[in-house]
């Protein structure tokens, strides 16, 4: 756990040294249609660092793969994305998901 902030740490450092909101954007490749988290548009909405990190997110690296149905029960985007704070996960699918 330590260690996991201690990175964290130097990551968010890193972030500010190469100018770019947070973790800048991260892609979820998936079959169905990448998804790309954008730090810009969550942190612009006013979301602090600390909603998002170092729970439920790490780094990329340190990613635990979250099903569509784990996300409907409020894993990960799910949080969030539940119908109340923000469009739900139930649908919407093309608002996340971009089809190659
Ligand atoms: C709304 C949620 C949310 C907020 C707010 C947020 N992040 Fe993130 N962050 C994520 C997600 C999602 C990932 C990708 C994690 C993964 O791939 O499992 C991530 C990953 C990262 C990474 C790692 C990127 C990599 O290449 O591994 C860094 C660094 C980071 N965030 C920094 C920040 C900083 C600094 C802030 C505040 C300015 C911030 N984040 C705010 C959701 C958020
Ligand atoms: C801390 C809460 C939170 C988390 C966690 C979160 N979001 Fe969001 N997100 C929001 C809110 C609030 C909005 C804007 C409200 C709305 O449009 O319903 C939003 C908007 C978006 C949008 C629309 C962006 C735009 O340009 O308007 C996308 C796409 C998105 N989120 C993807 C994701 C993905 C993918 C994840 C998980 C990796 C995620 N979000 C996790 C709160 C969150
Ligand atoms: C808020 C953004 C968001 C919305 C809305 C969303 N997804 Fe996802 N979806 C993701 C992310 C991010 C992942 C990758 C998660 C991971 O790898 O940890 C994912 C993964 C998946 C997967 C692969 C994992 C699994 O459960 O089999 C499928 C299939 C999928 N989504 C389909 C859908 C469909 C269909 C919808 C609409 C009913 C939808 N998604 C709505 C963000 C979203």
Redesign the pocket.
């Known amino acids: 756990m330590k260690r996991a902030i201690l990175i964290l740490s130097i990551l968010f450092v890193a972030s500010y040294v190469f100018a770019k909101v947070g973790g800048g954007d ?1 892609v ?1 490749k998936v079959g169905y249609g990448d ?4 730090h810009e ?2 942190v612009e ?1 006013g ?1 602090f660092c600390n ?2 990190h170092p729970e ?2 790490v780094t990329k690296e340190k990613r635990k793969k979250v099903t569509m149905s784990e996300m409907n029960k409020g894993k ?2 799910g ?3 539940n119908g109340k ?3 739900t996960t139930k649908g919407n699918c093309k ?2 998901h971009v089809k190659k």
């Open positions: 991260v979820f998804v790309t988290f954008s548009r969550h909405m979301f909603m998002c439920p997110y990960s985007c949080k969030c994305h704070e923000a469009f608002t996340c």
